[in-house]
């Protein structure tokens, strides 16, 4: 891929997809690890290999199928990606955010992005959801920001305000939709670091001291991406493992996709409520 997105190169995918299904998503989503099996509720179902479309960065991180589905769950279109690139896999930020750059180009208002995270916030407990309400983008501080490059004006402004990165109306049908299912999520800040090393206990800390209730390696890249694109955004992280603030713990990458089985029900609980609000 060339060294920035070009509006060719989108709609190249844009135009394979288009040639794969008949519909027309109106909400998108993204599935981190372990939180995969949302897609499998959507039945009948166009799916869409990720190699099969022009541009599109694949995954290669055991938990991410790579693959799009596209139907309908709860009477809404929509298109799942299960499974995402990350930067720690060798792509560039820009190819990262990609995919958004493509949703943007196809119509999607609304991107529910979904993660799993390490808890930094030491009340947080594993199998819990957070409901995201701010990032702190550090990678993006640091130089590594997906609009890097010539802007491209069809998609959005040269400056985007990123105050409201989440949008306040569907955080609320967020919450009341678990309310409805007596669920209890937190509500936190994330921040999204390079990886793929997991965190020492004085980068725990750190990223405490700093505001941060739980940490990834993912979303934030794609949240400015949609942001820019004028697409209403809803992040949820599932807490995967408990803060280690003190080094007893190990954490690994099984542990995370063994959480997502806990953390699956309660997000499609959440997930299904929100697109019944939004019909």
Same mark, same amino acid.
């Given at each position: 891929m060339s060294e920035f997105i070009t509006l060719e190169m989108i709609d190249q995918a844009v135009n394979v997809i288009r040639s794969k299904t /008949?519909?027309?998503?109106? !909400?998108?989503?993204?599935?981190?690890? #372990?939180?995969?099996? %949302?897609?499998?509720?959507?039945?009948?179902?166009?799916?869409?290999?990720?190699?099969?479309?022009?541009?599109?960065?694949?995954?290669?991180?055991?938990?991410?199928?790579?693959?799009?589905?596209?139907?309908?769950?709860?009477?809404?279109?929509?298109?799942?990606?299960?499974?995402?690139?990350?930067?720690?896999?060798?792509?560039?930020?820009?190819?990262?955010?990609?995919?958004?750059?493509?949703?943007?180009?196809?119509?999607?208002?609304?991107?529910?992005?979904? /993660?799993?995270?390490?808890? !930094?916030?030491?009340?947080?407990?594993? #199998?819990?959801?957070? %409901?995201?309400?701010?990032?702190?983008s550090l990678v993006g501080m640091c130089g590594l920001n997906p609009l890097r490059g010539p802007n491209i004006d069809e998609l959005g402004e040269r400056f985007p305000d990123m105050s409201q990165a989440y949008n306040p109306e569907l955080l609320e049908m967020a919450k009341e939709a678990a309310a409805e299912k007596n669920i209890q999520p937190r509500e936190g800040v994330y921040i999204c670091l390079s990886g793929p090393s997991f965190e020492t206990p004085a980068d725990l800390r750190f990223l405490r001291t700093i505001g941060v209730d739980a940490v990834g390696m993912s979303t934030v890249p794609e949240v400015i991406v949609a942001h820019h694109g004028g697409i209403k955004v809803l992040g949820i992280s599932g807490i995967s493992n408990k803060a280690n603030l003190d080094g007893s713990n190990v954490t690994t990458h099984e542990e995370v996709l063994e959480a997502g089985k806990v953390l699956v029900p309660k997000l499609e609980a959440i997930v299904r409520g929100v697109l019944r609000k939004l019909s």
């Open positions: /008949n519909r027309n998503p109106r !909400v998108a989503m993204i599935l981190g690890s #372990g939180l995969g099996d %949302l897609a499998e509720s959507v039945k009948p179902a166009d799916i869409i290999d990720y190699s099969d479309i022009p541009n599109w960065p694949r995954s290669t991180i055991m938990g991410h199928k790579g693959r799009l589905v596209i139907g309908e769950l709860e009477s809404q279109p929509v298109m799942i990606m299960q499974g995402r690139a990350h930067y720690y896999e060798g792509y560039p930020m820009h190819v990262v955010g990609f995919p958004i750059r493509v949703m943007i180009r196809m119509g999607i208002e609304y991107l529910i992005v979904t /993660n799993a995270a390490g808890a !930094v916030h030491p009340d947080y407990l594993p #199998g819990e959801l957070m %409901l995201i309400k701010d990032h702190i």
